[in-house]
Nanobody
Framework: VQLQASGGGLVQPGGSLRLSCAAS????????MGWYRQAPGKQRELVAV???????VYADSVKGRFTISRDNAKNTVYLQMNSLKPEDTAIYYC??????????????WGQGTLVTVSS
């Protein structure tokens, strides 16, 4: 199984970006999907997570600005980021918990995509 993230880049403060992360390979089921980020010199932190039913959780720092969504038919999770601030600059990683036919759950990480917010 692979998670392929895309959509990062350079954007001015106040701008928007949309990240995508597609899961591929031998997939039985996908449970939670989420986005984390790691800024230089800081620990990786949760940005947002969405479960298979569509319920979401956001970090306080992004509430009202970021929206997480998923397309279950495409095994893809999205992160719409609006009103971006310089402090949103980080490498963004997608994450997914996948279920197996044997009721086991496995955690996967994508490769990370860099978001830089700067004028």
């Amino acid at each position: 199984v692979q998670l392929q993230a895309s959509g990062g880049g350079l954007v001015q403060p106040g701008g928007s970006l949309r990240l995508s992360c597609a899961a591929s390979g031998s997939i039985f089921s996908i449970k939670d999907m989420g986005w984390y980020r790691q800024a230089p010199g800081k620990q990786r932190e949760l940005v947002a997570v969405i479960n298979s039913g569509g319920s979401t959780v956001y970090a306080d720092s992004v509430k009202g600005r970021f929206t997480i969504s998923r397309d279950n038919a495409k095994n893809t999770v999205y992160l719409q980021m609006n009103s971006l601030k310089p402090e949103d600059t980080a490498i963004y990683y997608c994450n997914a918990f996948l279920g197996s036919a044997g009721a086991q759950v496995y955690n996967y990480w994508g490769q990370g995509t860099l978001v830089t917010v700067s004028s």
